[in-house]
């Protein structure tokens, strides 16, 4: 025969300090989990949505695969817009975008500032990024750039600084924020994009970082490639958005390793701390456990109610984590060397927080009840 | 029921285009005629082609349209394969590439060498009867990888800048 459900329920009400102190506990490690967990699937988030599979990116050869290292002659579109008809073109305009992208230092308003990315684009640049949507203001004129969502992250700075109006500096100028972007998650609202021509001269450049073209659907990113290889005197080389930012995943491999490790050591860390805790609690009621075995209740049946304990505690701290994840966590933006992304606490993090908090839960429970179970009951009844 | 029958044909007959894999575009595999005897595929040579010539001799010697055998160590980048389409690059075996010891991971990138490589490279792209370049990856259905000794034999295409590119019909894997 089973202990009665409310005999567990009522346990935990028994010792309020006790069970309040033991669900902080849990709630914390779950949360925890859920921050790294959260930070793993925004980062493999704004890698996935980045590219587009009709985009192919042309780039140098010598820059690997850093982009912003790449430097490559103006004339790069003009000569792969002339051998190749893959791009996309309507009313008479080629969906290609030439681009001078680099990481160089921003400093806001307010004074505060970071390592930004910037892009020098022209008005085919929103042809060829489709995600790129202007949520607010005008596109840049001279002098003017457009903020990315996440670009006050990406700088440290606050999204007052760098709201329309208000103006940032780099490459010894200053520029009037004219606008803001967002681009469905992926990688450029981490950005601050200002006009091509003003950038090259701010910078003193006339050469580019990349070529990007919108391919129709007869043509495929292989022909383009083809061409970077026949061209060897140009030293460039193309590859498929897509593929791009897969390649990024694979950089960032060891990144996300090491934060599957952490949640395994978090994990193991909380199973510890409800080991202690259960340990505390299962130690002060040897007396009522074994009574309960003097009673008739068997050793399995005063397990489960053990269990059950312990389970309803980690599912209240996985519930309050979840709820706190998901109101105060979610969407919180993270600074990072690519640029910056949001902490998503989606159906996987929410499934894998609940599932160490309910692991937590057993397992914590389970040791101290089965050593409390194996003392004499009549030793036990004696116990203080 | 004659219309009932027609119709049904029709929507068979739609079906089946319905269901067909492809955009009209030529895939590689109908362009592999297999020889079942020797299991090599319509480009591969059977022999090696005689009168082959180094890359770097080529890229001296060779004109525009002209026929030409080159023989070359598949490489010049850390990606020298065209994704989807049978070309890749090929590099002058007298241009020394990291050896084992090294420790390098990508030897058929000539990192030590990048200036020898830029006078010393080709461009072979495996192209069918009319012209067009195969559209199935090298790597799968010509039995070659990075490194591969190879001779080719086709047509070569140079432009002003020097580029060499061989629109090659053969292929001879050489295994020494």
């Known amino acids: 025969m089973l202990l009665p459900w409310e005999y567990g329920v009522r346990n935990l009400a028994r010792r309020p300090m006790r069970t309040a102190l033991t669900l902080v506990a849990l709630a914390t490690v779950v949360m925890l989990v859920f921050v790294v967990v959260g930070f793993i699937r925004g980062l493999e988030q704004s890698l996935t949505v980045s590219g587009d599979e009709d985009v192919v990116l042309v780039y140098s050869v010598n820059s690997e695969e850093n982009i912003e290292n790449s430097s490559i002659a103006a004339r790069t579109p003009s000569l792969l817009t002339a051998s190749l008809d893959g791009a996309v073109k309507r009313f008479g305009i080629t969906n290609v975008s030439p681009e001078l992208y680099l990481g160089t230092r921003v400093k806001t308003d307010e004074g505060d500032g970071g390592l930004g990315l910037v892009r020098g684009v022209t008005l085919s640049t929103p042809l060829v990024r489709r995600r790129v949507k202007l949520t607010e203001g005008d596109w840049p004129g001279d002098g003017e750039v457009i903020v990315g969502r996440l670009a006050a992250a990406k700088l440290g700075s606050s999204d007052d600084a760098m709201a329309i109006g208000q103006s940032v500096e780099f490459e010894g100028r200053r520029w009037q924020i004219s606008g803001r972007f967002a681009a469905g998650g992926a990688a450029y609202e981490s950005e601050i994009w200002c006009k091509l021509g003003d950038f090259q001269t701010a910078t003193k450049r006339q050469d580019l970082s990349l070529v990007a073209m919108l391919l129709s659907p007869q043509s495929s990113a292989a022909e383009v490639e083809l061409f970077c290889k026949e061209r060897t005197d140009l030293e460039l080389r193309a590859i498929r958005e897509t593929d791009y930012y897969a390649s990024l995943q694979q950089h960032y491999k060891p990144v996300r390793l090491l934060a599957w490790f952490v949640v395994v050591l978090v994990s193991g860390a909380g199973i510890f701390a409800g080991l202690n805790m259960m340990y505390g609690a299962v130690a002060g009621r040897i007396r009522e456990i074994a009574t309960l075995q003097a009673v008739g209740y068997r050793r399995r049946a005063i397990l489960i109610s053990l269990v059950q304990e312990g389970v309803l505690l980690a599912a209240a701290g996985s519930l309050l984590s979840g709820v706190i994840a998901l109101t105060m966590l979610n969407g919180m933006a993270v600074r990072f060397t690519m640029g910056a992304f949001t902490i998503r606490i989606d159906s996987v993090a929410i499934l894998i927080g609940c599932g160490v908090g309910l692991l937590l839960g057993v397992l914590g429970a389970l040791p101290p009840a089965l050593k409390a179970l194996r003392a004499e009951v009549a030793t036990s009844l004696k116990a203080v | ?176």
């Not at chain 2, 591969?148 to 070569?156: D, I, Q």
């Open chain 2, 1 to 176: 029921m004659k219309m009932i029958v027609c119709l049904s044909l029709s929507l068979v007959a739609l079906l089946a285009v319905g269901c067909k894999d492809g955009t009209g575009v030529a895939e590689g595999p109908s362009h592999n005629r297999y020889d079942l005897d020797s299991g090599k595929t319509q480009y591969e040579a059977e022999t090696e082609p005689a009168g082959a010539m180094p890359v770097g001799e080529a890229r001296e010697k060779t004109e525009d349209g002209q026929d030409v055998t080159l023989v070359g160590l598949i490489g010049g980048s850390s990606e020298p394969f065209v994704k989807g389409l049978a070309a890749f690059t090929i590099v002058d075996p007298k241009v020394p590439y990291c050896a084992d010891e090294e420790g390098c991971p990508t030897p058929w990138d000539y990192c030590c060498e990048t200036d020898a490589v830029k006078q010393n490279i080709a461009t072979v792209k495996i192209v069918d009867d009319s012209g067009k370049p195969v559209t199935q990856d090298a790597r799968e259905f010509l039995n070659v990888k990075e490194l591969s000794k190879v001779v080719v034999k086709g047509k070569a295409r140079r432009d002003d800048q020097g580029n060499l590119t061989v629109a090659a019909s053969k292929i001879f894997l050489k295994k020494d």
